[in-house]
Each structure stands twice: as C-alpha cells, then as structure tokens.
C-alpha cells in the first residue's frame, strides 16, 4: 500500500489549492479514504471522508471551503480548498479509512501554508 | 460531537517504565476507538484499532483496553523509540474526533 501526496505551497488568505493523494497497493474502490490536519504545535484534527460510495462528510472548520473527491479510474484522491485562511496551514495528510479498525495508511503529508 | 479528553497532556517517562494513558469520550462510543502514535515529521501510525486490537506490526508491549466512555493505551517497558505523541480518536460517527494528545518524554 502506497499512498503519494502532493500538491501543497504558499498560498495567500482568499487562495484556493488542490491537494493530490494518488493511492496504490489496495482495492481503492472498496475504501472510504479520509484526509487528516496538524496545525504547528497542534494536534490532529479530522478534515474530511469519502466513502466508498462517494458519500461526503466534513469538519465544521472547513464545510462550505473544502470539497473532497475521488477518481476511482485512477485511483486518486483529491481536496480542494477554497477561501483558505490562516488557520489552515497546516501539515494535510491523507488516508486509507479501514472505518472502524482505523486509519491503517497514510501519506506523507505535505504542507499547506496560507500567508500574505 | 463526540468529545475526547486525553490524560496526561504530558508524561515523562524512562526507558523500561509502564506508561498508560486514558482517553474518554463525552458519550457512549462502543469499541469505536483507536490509538495513534505520531513523531515529529512523519505520518500518524496505528497502533490499536477497535480499543483493544493490535494493529499488524506494532509490538506487543502496546496494548488497549475499554469500552463506552473509558480507555487506555498502556505499554509495558518503554522503548527509546516510543517517545512521541499518542492519540486516540472516536470511529463511532462523524464528525470523526481526536483527543488533545498525550507526550511522553
């Protein structure tokens, strides 16, 4: 199981960024996959999931900014984020959603800083 | 929102002690819950899924327990490479929530 981010940057307040989490090794189809933040000298924080039937949830903080998606065809995750603020700069990372046995692979993270 | 409220924040440790650290949900959460462990510059690692089930690969000095609102993750004869942040999150609904982490240094 791989799971290969990228994508992140500066970006000024108001910006918008795509974020890339291309999976391989497993059955992307059959999974929810999920994307998780740490802020610097945070902790972990749940940002979004797409089940495997595409459905979609989001946390608060970012519901109506972020949109997360998913091509099954190439195995492709994807977090696009809008209005971004400060308090969105953080460390994002993505993945795999074994749903109740947890997240049991993840990305690399890549780093989001939203800055003027 | 399920709440989870780790303790300690923070916990010194040596080498060879028993370390354990509670998590509590603010609501009933079955045995929805897993434990993390995280470093500086890499990615979060499961250690624990389902509150008491070993994640393939882990070590089995890391252990779970607990059920509802009341758990923990202990392990038995701290290793130098286990100093790092722990946290446990809830899989029973979303929002998906974690606790505020624990450091053990």
């Known amino acids: 199981v791989q799971l290969l981010q990228s994508g992140g940057g500066l970006i000024e307040p108001g910006g918008s960024l795509r974020l890339y989490c291309a999976a391989s090794?497993?059955?992307?189809?059959?999974?929810?996959m999920t994307w998780v933040r740490q802020a610097p000298g945070k902790g972990l924080e749940w940002v979004s999931t797409?089940?495997?039937?595409?459905?979609?949830h989001y946390a608060d903080s970012v519901r109506g900014r972020f949109t997360v998606s998913r091509d099954k065809s190439k195995n492709m995750l994807y977090l696009q984020m809008n209005s971004l603020r400060g308090e969105d700069t953080a460390f994002y990372y993505c993945?795999?959603?074994?749903?109740?046995?947890?997240?049991?692979?993840w990305g690399q993270g890549i780093l989001v800083t939203v800055s003027s | 929102d399920i709440q989870l409220t780790q303790s300690p924040s923070f916990l010194s440790a040596s080498v060879g002690d028993r370390v354990t650290i509670t998590c509590r949900a603010s609501?009933?959460?079955?045995?929805?819950l897993a434990w993390y462990q995280k470093k500086p510059g890499t990615a979060p690692k499961l250690l624990i899924y389902?509150?008491?089930a070993l994640q393939s690969g882990v070590p089995s000095r890391f252990s779970g327990s607990g059920s509802e609102t009341e758990f923990t993750l202990t392990i038995t004869s701290l290793q130098s490479e286990d100093f790092a942040e722990y946290y446990c999150?809830?899989?029973?609904?979303?929002?998906?929530?974690f606790g505020g982490g624990t450091k053990v240094e």
């Open positions: 993945a795999k959603d074994a749903a109740v046995a947890g997240f049991d692979y």
């Open positions: 090794g497993f059955k992307f189809s059959g999974y929810a």
């Open positions: 797409v089940s495997n039937d595409d459905t979609t």
């Open positions: 609501q009933g959460i079955s045995s929805h």
């Open positions: 389902a509150a008491s």
């Open positions: 999150q809830q899989l029973n609904s979303f929002p998906l929530t």
